[in-house]
């Protein structure tokens, strides 16, 4: 690891408030699996798809983050119901919420991706800094355990918590809602655009309702709809 690198973690791990004992943990949550596919030199060099890149400690960081979302929910309201308690958890562990927090941590900086796939601007998609920050949050309970990554979920999305005075609506149910109870047809949803790499896509999606359209943008049809039913919402309610 050069000099510069070495820097650049030293400086995320003040960030996190959590100094990690294998750095390398660390070093392979913030490895792209573009990245990681050019240092192996090409696919027939790879023993396997992903090989090298975050997409494990992402897959672990998912896990993690859930259980501990949970458990702070389960505390902070006790007297709610499931379906109030889901609706939060998938409005806080969302690709939206993830993002915010990585930039939040400037973690778009530490990101090590394909030169080609910088230039491209993936380094700053919301799909692939959400999926780094689960990686990082896997990473963590790898090397300290539960404890340090229970403090980190606490810590990051406390405002976010705090924020939510009842439990959020999706926007799709949302927009469904406004036009049945004014007696209108349902939305409508049309994929209207698609394109990126396969690690990185992007969708736009349009939403028909009321007599109004919205779009929205984002690394996977279910968040485009639900990006294009806000945009909706806001025109429908503005």
Avoid at 23 to 36: F, G, K, N, V, Y
Avoid at 99 to 121: F, K, M, N, Y
Avoid at 145 to 163: H, N, T
Avoid at 182 to 188: K, Y
């Amino acid at each position: 690891m050069s000099d510069a690198a070495r820097f650049r973690l030293e400086e995320l791990e003040v960030r996190l408030g959590y100094r990690f004992v294998n750095p390398d943990l660390l070093q392979e949550a913030l490895t792209h699996r573009s990245a990681a596919h050019q240092k192996a030199g090409g696919r027939k060099r790879q023993k396997a798809k992903g090989a090298g890149s975050n997409e494990r400690l992402e897959f672990i960081g998912d896990r993690v983050l859930g259980l501990l979302m949970a458990e702070w929910l389960l505390e902070r309201f006790p007297n709610e119901q499931e379906g109030a308690l889901g609706s939060r958890l998938a409005h806080l562990v969302s690709r939206v919420s993830l993002a915010e927090i990585a930039d939040r941590l400037d973690l778009p900086q530490s990101l090590t991706v394909a030169a080609h796939e910088a230039r491209a601007g993936v380094q700053t998609a919301a799909n692939v800094v959400a999926d780094a920050l689960e990686a990082v949050l896997g990473a963590v309970f790898l090397d300290g355990g539960l404890e340090p990554a229970r403090q980190m979920v606490r810590d990051w999305w406390k405002s976010a918590l705090d924020a939510q005075a009842h439990p959020p609506k999706d926007p799709k149910t949302a927009l469904q809602e406004w036009v049945l109870g004014r007696g209108q047809s349902l939305p409508v949803y049309e994929t209207i655009g698609a394109d990126g790499p396969s690690h990185a896509p992007l969708f736009v999606v349009r939403v028909t309702a009321g007599g109004m359209f919205g779009e929205g943008r984002a690394g996977s049809k279910r968040a485009a709809e639900s990006a294009a039913a806000a945009d909706l919402l806001e025109k429908l309610e503005g």
